[in-house]
T-cell receptor, first 112, second 114 residues
Framework: DAKTTQPPSMDCAEGRAANLPCNHS???????VYWYRQIHSQGPQYIIH???NNETNEMASLIITEDRKSSTLILPHATLRDTAVYYC?????????????FGSGTRLSIRP | DAGVTQSPTHLIKTRGQQVTLRCSPKSGHDTVSWYQQALGQGPQFIFQ???????QRGNFPDRFSGHQFPNYSSELNVNALLLGDSALYLC?????????????FGPGTRLTVL
């Protein structure tokens, strides 16, 4: 079973920040938080990951609470192309290349 | 860099038949994983190949088998197809030497079993 809980759907106005929450209350000390998204009929795309510090890249920002039991993915200026299913995943990083256990994700709709 | 490629794009088979799906990993990657995604659900892990051996396996029957070639490409074989095998089959690649092993997914093969 997936170790994360996400709302099934959200919507956001184009140009605004989209904030996608994720609960992972049973996360272990060596597990990272990963985010992937899947645009309709395409393969999932890696977005960002983090351990305990906030992370930012060209696609998004990841805010992890101090107790690491929840996180938020932020898309700073959402566009119509950000419409997708977003998956929050916890897994061990490192050379073992561990499998990804996907949950149901959050279906994000961007409205014009 | 072409990224992860999969073939064919779409496939239609009938119950009881056998199917082979193919995957070429991203350049520099040596580990290939296969996932099955039923309509409206998240992908489910089938198995992973590294050094031409199956390293991890999900909860799938023996009808699902695979192979990895010396050039790191991989095949997924499904025997005795069932209607429930209709799904999007995704291949993902990563490298054992990478610290964070974010996996790169291909576009998938859409299998329809009639």
């Amino acid at each position: 079973d997936a170790k994360t809980t996400q709302p099934p759907s959200m919507d956001c106005a184009e140009g605004r920040a989209a904030n996608l929450p994720c609960n992972h209350s049973t996360i272990s000390g060596n597990e990272y938080v990963y985010w992937y998204r899947q645009i309709h009929s395409q393969g999932p795309q890696y977005i960002i990951h983090g351990l305990k510090n906030n992370e930012t890249n060209e696609m998004a920002s990841l805010i992890i609470t101090e107790d690491r039991k929840s996180s938020t993915l932020i898309l700073p200026h959402a566009t119509l192309r950000d419409t997708a299913v977003y998956y929050c995943i916890v897994r061990v990083a490192g050379s073992s290349a561990s499998k990804i256990i996907f949950g149901s994700g959050t279906r994000l709709s961007i409205r014009p | 860099d072409a990224g992860v490629t999969q073939s064919p794009t779409h496939l239609i088979k009938t119950r009881g038949q056998q199917v082979t799906l193919r995957c070429s990993p991203k350049s520099g990657h040596d580990t290939v994983s296969w996932y099955q995604q039923a309509l409206g659900q998240g992908p489910q892990f089938i198995f992973q190949y590294y050094e031409e051996e199956e390293r991890q396996r999900g909860n799938f029957p023996d009808r699902f088998s695979g192979h990895q070639f010396p050039n790191y490409s991989s095949e997924l074989n499904v025997n005795a197809l069932l209607l429930g095998d209709s799904a999007l089959y995704l291949c993902a690649s990563t490298g054992q030497a990478f610290s964070y092993n974010e996996q790169f997914f291909g576009p998938g093969t859409r299998l329809t079993v009639l």
